[in-house]
């Protein structure tokens, strides 16, 4: 499955943005889908995960609060909404789908077979 992530831009501080992750294949609903970021110099981080069905949902501690994942099974995409944004949540967020959800292992990003491309957030102060 191909997954194509868009929604990113320049937001300041207190902002919000929608992040939205949308598959080639209708067989996404049969996929975890997890976001993840990578600010610049730093190793790509877990941010939230959604189970195949949407009713298992897990967060960074980080995001927690602030950030809401969820998918539309219909669009073939699941969306990452962004709130109270802050400098730190600057970084490339990447979607990615998975065929296994492992509570263990589902915030490794080893866990995930497909990957997006990325879309850049930049939250000023």
């Known amino acids: 499955v191909q997954l194509q992530a868009s929604g990113g831009g320049l937001v300041q501080a207190g902002g919000s943005l929608r992040l939205s992750c949308a598959a080639s294949?209708?067989?996404?609903?049969?996929?975890?889908v997890g976001w993840f970021r990578q600010a610049p110099g730093k190793e790509r981080d877990f941010v939230a995960v959604?189970?195949?069905?949407?009713?298992?949902?897990t967060y960074a501690d980080s995001v927690k609060g602030r950030f809401t994942i969820s998918r539309d099974i219909a669009k073939n995409t699941v969306y990452l909404q962004m709130n109270n944004l802050q400098p730190e949540d600057t970084a490339v967020y990447y979607c990615?789908?998975?065929?296994?959800?492992?509570?263990?292992?589902?915030?490794?990003?080893?866990?995930?077979?497909?990957w997006g491309q990325g879309t850049l957030v930049t939250v000023s102060s």
């Open positions: 990615a789908s998975s065929t296994r959800f492992i509570t263990s292992t589902i915030r490794t990003s080893s866990t995930y077979d497909n």
């Open positions: 294949r209708r067989a996404f609903g049969r996929y975890a």
């Open positions: 959604v189970n195949f069905s949407g009713g298992v949902i």
